[in-house]
């Protein structure tokens, strides 16, 4: 189970649904230039031990060269600080997530106008809105971070703080390529 301090009230609070075997399966789909692929991404707690789990993760990503575009796929092996998102070890092809808050969730103790670590040192600050996603219309806290070479906009469950959706538009090569990543299934109880 992961436990996370309360800021305001110097308490831990405790994320039940961190346990081995949890998991979260993303449809990830790829528009470019009238194409469109589907693909899936998903992570999955493999070992449980204190404030430490091991999470399993695959993941497609995009290669543009020469104004081409290759789907590729990234597996790792990460360990992940509970109570501070921090990934503190990794092996695979995207093990660069090491020294990083890890992006599929947030604290629940967030509010509108929290402002959190959501990916590389990046900060957003925490609003409101309301998605379809697994089969039902749910209340998210939603996060939008833009950059030069593109915009990326997360969507997550309020009350565990697991990530829902991602939204990306990225500016590659004069392609512009729309990747939308979006939880089709969980054994996660939200």
Known sequence: MAFYLHER????????????????????VFVWNGNTEI????WNISQCCDEFIE????????NVTDKNVELTIGE?????????REVVNGSGSIAYYVGDKWPFWIETNVTIGSTI????????????????????????????YNWQSGIMKRWYDISSGILLKIHNVLYREDITMV??????KTNIDL
């Open 179 to 184: 990747v939308t990543e979006t939880a089709v």
């Open 9 to 28: 009230f110097q308490e831990v609070v405790e994320e039940s649904w961190v346990r081995h075997g949890a998991h979260v399966i993303y449809e990830q």
């Open 39 to 42: 693909e899936y991404m998903i």
């Open 55 to 62: 999470i399993s993760l695959m993941s497609h990503g995009v």
């Open 117 to 144: 670590d959501i990916w590389y040192g990046a900060t957003a600050v925490i609003k409101n809105e309301s998605i379809y996603v697994l089969g039902q219309q749910r209340n998210c806290w939603v996060i939008q």
């Open 76 to 84: 790792a092996n990460l360990t992940v600080n509970t109570a501070t």
